[in-house]
Structure formats: C-alpha cells, structure tokens
C-alpha cells in the first residue's frame, strides 16, 4: 500500500556529506513515524534516527551531532542530512515507515553508502 524510494547513497570520503531521501507514494496518508536503518556489512541492522509525523526526531548515539532528519509531509519526504562522516558509517541504508492506525510497516529497497579515502 506504500512505496519507499530512497536515492542519495554513493561514495565519499571520511568527513564529508551525503543527504539520503526517501519519497513516500501510495497510501500515504496511512504513514505515521518514519525512519533510517542501517546494516553494515557484518553487523546486524541497527536504527539510526526515527521521526514522528510532527518532527519529533530521535537518533542512536552513533549519529548524534552528525546526522539530522526531517520531513517534508507536503512533499511525503523523509531525509536523512549525514555530516561528519565515518568509516564505520558505511552501510545499506533502509527508509521505513510505521502506519499510523494499525500495525503495518514498510521499507525501502536500501541505498548503498559507502565512506572511504
């Protein structure tokens, strides 16, 4: 009922920026939070930063000071601002969003980011 495509992934290098976004079609009105996962390679998928519908945003501890996210419900756009980055920020990262009313999620297909000299 939803589709997440995400676009901004690609190369740079430690301590640039990338700005991933992620536009939200379909059944839109059903979409309550939103986010960005991420899964490097050998890890386990980890949550890097949620938001609610009202702009309410909380990031793990990785990320914090670094990355920001937003959304533009106009627009049916979640964005992912990666600053400062890292090595250890390489990663697919994966859109997501919650239903608003019931317990449905969708995701993303992921975008590659990967951060080296």
């Known amino acids: 009922q939803v589709q997440l495509v995400e676009s901004g992934g690609g190369l740079v290098q430690p301590g640039g920026s990338l700005l991933l976004s992620c536009i939200a079609s379909?059944?839109?009105?059903?979409?309550?939070?939103m986010g960005w996962y991420r899964r490097a390679p050998g890890k386990q998928r980890e949550l890097v930063a949620t938001?609610?519908?009202?702009?309410?945003?909380n990031y793990a501890d990785s990320v914090k000071g670094r990355f920001t996210i937003s959304r533009d419900n106009a627009k049916n756009t979640v964005y992912l601002q990666m600053n400062s980055l890292k090595p250890e920020d390489t990663a697919v990262y994966y859109c997501?969003?919650?239903?608003?009313?019931?317990?449905?999620?969708?995701w993303g297909q992921g975008t590659q980011v990967t951060v080296s000299s």
């Open positions: 997501n969003a919650d239903a608003k009313i019931g317990s449905d999620s969708w």
């Open positions: 379909g059944t839109i009105f059903s979409i309550g939070n």
């Open positions: 938001i609610t519908r009202g702009s309410w945003a």
